[in-house]
């Protein structure tokens, strides 16, 4: 297996803009979870996702936000507009619900 | 508030020693943990786990200990190598891992020639 597949691996873009992050999970697995990674706040959980269906959001840091799953082999991280506070590693990873996580290589987003 | 954190944000031990790395948690509820490993550029990556019912679990040149007493997990690392220059992170969760994973903040590892 492939593993946990994010695109792209780097983001650079400009204050205002959409941002789309890109996760394929690994086939068979029923829950995806997006983390964003910053040196103050280290690794925090956005949202998480089981059979596709959001489940808990509470992570989300506000209304520029938001994450679809429309299928269990494909979901997005939308930021629209982006600030610069956003910059951050944005990590997809998914599991079968009980046990560890699989990481995927992460996105290194950038808002200028 | 952080409900899982490391004592030291920086280890630096000799190649070839015994690595000891710490980390509290605060959520007496807390029944599954878990080490992950994360080099520059990279996800975190899955070393070890253990459940609330354990107190410790061995796996290759990695051991993990559990004391549910005073809320402290450790990973030790035997005879470090090289490739074992990371950050560690320890993760909790209450009920096996389904809604997730909280972190600590890391420690960086370095393993000096």
């Known amino acids: 297996d492939a593993g946990v597949i994010q695109s792209p691996r780097h983001e650079v873009t400009e204050m205002g803009q959409e941002v789309t992050l890109r996760c394929k999970p690994i086939?068979?697995?029923?829950?995806l979870f997006w983390y964003r990674q910053t040196m103050m706040r280290g690794l925090e959980l956005l949202i998480y996702?089981?059979?596709?269906?959001?489940?808990?959001d509470s992570g989300m840091p506000e209304d520029r936000f938001s994450a679809k799953m429309p299928n269990a082999s494909f979901s997005t991280l939308k930021i629209q507009p982006s600030e610069p506070r956003d910059s951050a590693v944005y990590f997809c990873?998914?599991?079968?619900?009980?046990?560890?996580?699989?990481f995927g290589s992460g996105t290194q987003l950038s808002v200028l | 508030g952080e409900s899982v954190g490391l004592h030291l944000p920086t280890l630096s031990v000799q190649e070839g020693d015994n690595s000891i790395i710490n980390c509290a948690y605060s959520?007496?509820?807390?029944?599954?943990f878990i080490w992950y490993k994360q080099e520059s550029g990279k996800g975190p990556q899955f070393i070890i786990d253990?459940?609330?019912?354990?107190d410790k679990r061995q796996g290759q040149r990695v051991t993990v200990l559990l004391n549910k007493t005073v809320k402290h997990l450790s990973l030790q690392i035997a005879a470090t190598q090289p490739g074992d220059s990371a950050v560690y992170f320890c993760?909790?969760?209450?009920?096996?891992?389904?809604?997730?994973?909280?972190f600590g903040k890391g420690t960086h590892l370095i393993i000096q020639p």
């Open positions: 253990i459940r609330s019912n354990m």
């Open positions: 993760a909790e969760n209450i009920g096996g891992g389904a809604d997730g994973l909280t």
């Open positions: 996702f089981n059979n596709n269906v959001p489940i808990d």
């Open positions: 959520n007496s509820a807390s029944d599954y």
């Open positions: 990873a998914s599991s079968l619900g009980t046990g560890y996580l699989f």
């Open positions: 086939s068979g697995h029923d829950y």
